[in-house]
């Protein structure tokens, strides 16, 4: 059975960072593409950030682009972001899930809860 | 940058059909996926390719992509249907992005 299990969120105060953690279990990692996709509270979805299987190819959303990381590593299974500079809008619950290259999302974790605010 | 268009809302009444549409320029040309989102829970996907169904999700459940607009069928609608959900697509056009629509909720009457 597929499982993704987002950790690392939390409370912050506006500029701080935070480094979000996706661990995966139940499929082979290395072979999948993964995101971000983060939720406001009571809004709709929004794409934060893709990676490649391999890493080669790395996309984000302009709202989080130059602020927000991306990585993964392929030996502990696990998917990272990092997010610097964060601001108040970045409140959200961050999902992981497993993507087929350039098109859907699935499955998905349940999701961390990033806050920020002072 | 590419947007995709859904109604706030839409109500249906049970054992009827709901129909959830998505609005985006030429979306006929892309593919489209559809997600449900039950309150406290991840998305699930419903539809992906515009008409395909993964695995675990019912007949009941299917999807359409011509011109400017996506729909999501679901016949003979259920309580257990009524979440919000979301289409989504990937635009290529300038920089690789992932864009969902602002979601639909399904009301069951």
């Known amino acids: 059975e597929v499982q993704l299990v987002e950790s690392g969120g939390g409370l912050v105060k506006p500029g701080g960072s935070l480094r979000l953690s996706c661990a995966a279990s139940?499929?082979?990692?290395?072979?999948?593409?993964m995101n971000w996709v983060r939720q406001a509270p009571g809004k709709g979805l929004e794409w934060v950030s893709s990676i490649s299987s391999s890493s080669s190819y790395i996309y984000y959303a302009d709202s989080v682009k130059g602020r927000f990381t991306i990585s993964r590593d392929n030996a502990k299974n696990s998917l990272y972001l990092q997010m610097n500079s964060l601001r108040a809008e970045d409140t959200a619950v961050y999902y992981c899930?497993?993507?087929?290259?350039?098109?859907?999302?699935?499955?998905w974790g349940q999701g961390t809860l990033v806050t920020v605010s002072s | 940058s590419y947007v995709l268009t859904q109604p706030p809302s839409v109500s249906v009444a049970p054992g009827k059909t709901a129909r959830i549409t998505c609005g985006g320029n030429n979306i006929g040309s892309k593919s489209v996926h559809w997600y449900q989102q039950k309150p406290g829970q991840a998305p699930v996907l419903v539809i992906y390719?515009?008409?395909d169904r993964p695995s675990g999700i019912p007949e009941r459940f299917s999807g359409s992509n011509s011109g400017n607009t996506a729909t999501l069928t679901i016949s003979r609608v259920e309580a257990g249907d009524e979440a919000d959900y979301y289409c989504q697509v990937w635009d290529s056009s300038s920089d690789h992005r992932g864009v969902f629509g602002g979601g639909t909720k399904l009301t069951v009457l």
């Open positions: 390719y515009d008409s």
């Open positions: 899930a497993v993507a087929d290259w350039l098109n859907w999302f699935d499955p």
């Open positions: 139940g499929f082979t990692f290395s072979s999948y593409s």
